[in-house]
């Protein structure tokens, strides 16, 4: 079955350093990966999503993420973190008709 | 127009009361899920509906739960005999078409509370 893995419960950064949230994944055939992410009391808001061409995808608000094949890993990274990032931070694979999420990560940006 | 609204946003119930949560997609889209949402995890699949074709309800966790949507509009989702492991954030999503089912647009979400 399609799955995602975030191994870390909360990831916790300083303001202005690089942000990186990890994901990787497990599926049969061609990946269609995403993250997306929830700001208290509000619906996930969709980032970005590979689907083919280059491993780099760059998405919303600055954040970015790189599809490493060999490793199985999607992971979301922005150079410079803000404060206004801390949010709930999840990654998912489509698997059939929907999407399967992980456990999501708690990004707090420190100021 | 306007993204996917829910209603109510909160909602507090009896244990063995019975819950009905709305959702209105986005206009256009044929696609709409729900999905659940417990505290400090992931988001649960419960059930997908596409167009005119059967609802796939492989996601629901029991017979207490059920799910209506008339053509490709409203859509409710309702709970039976609620049970205080139901407490959860139900988030209803909806996207274009089937081949873009990936882009889902997630409404705000129902928290429900069950006592």
């Known amino acids: 079955a399609q799955s995602v893995a975030q191994p870390e419960d909360q990831v916790n950064v300083a303001e202005g350093n690089p942000l990186t949230v990890k994901c990787t994944y497990s599926?049969?055939?061609?990946?269609?990966l995403f993250w997306y992410v929830q700001y208290p009391n509000r619906g996930l808001q969709f980032l970005l999503k590979y689907i083919t061409g280059d491993n780099l995808v760059k998405g919303s608000y600055g954040f970015e993420a790189e599809f490493n094949k060999s490793q199985t890993s999607f992971h979301l990274k922005k150079p410079s973190a803000l404060v206004s990032d801390s949010a709930l931070y999840f990654c998912a694979v489509k698997a059939g008709n929907r999407l399967a999420f992980g456990k999501g990560n708690q990004v707090v940006v420190i100021p | 127009g306007a993204g996917v609204s829910q209603s109510p946003s909160n909602k507090v119930t009896e244990k063995g009361k019975d819950v009905e949560l709305r959702c209105d997609p986005i206009?256009?889209?044929?696609?709409l899920y729900w999905y659940r949402q417990r505290l400090g995890q992931g988001l649960e699949f419960l059930i997908y509906?596409?167009?005119?074709?059967?609802?796939?309800k492989s996601g629901l966790p029991s017979d207490r739960f059920s799910a209506e949507r008339t053509g490709e509009s409203v859509s409710t989702l309702t709970i039976q005999r609620t049970q205080q492991e139901d407490s959860a954030v139900y988030l209803c999503?909806?996207?274009?078409?089937?081949?873009?089912?990936?882009?889902?647009?997630f409404g705000p979400g129902t928290r429900l509370t069950v006592t």
């Open positions: 206009s256009g889209h044929t696609a």
């Open positions: 509906f596409q167009g005119n074709s059967a609802p796939d």
């Open positions: 999503a909806s996207s274009f078409d089937r081949d873009r089912a990936y882009e889902q647009y």
């Open positions: 599926v049969s055939g061609n990946p269609y």
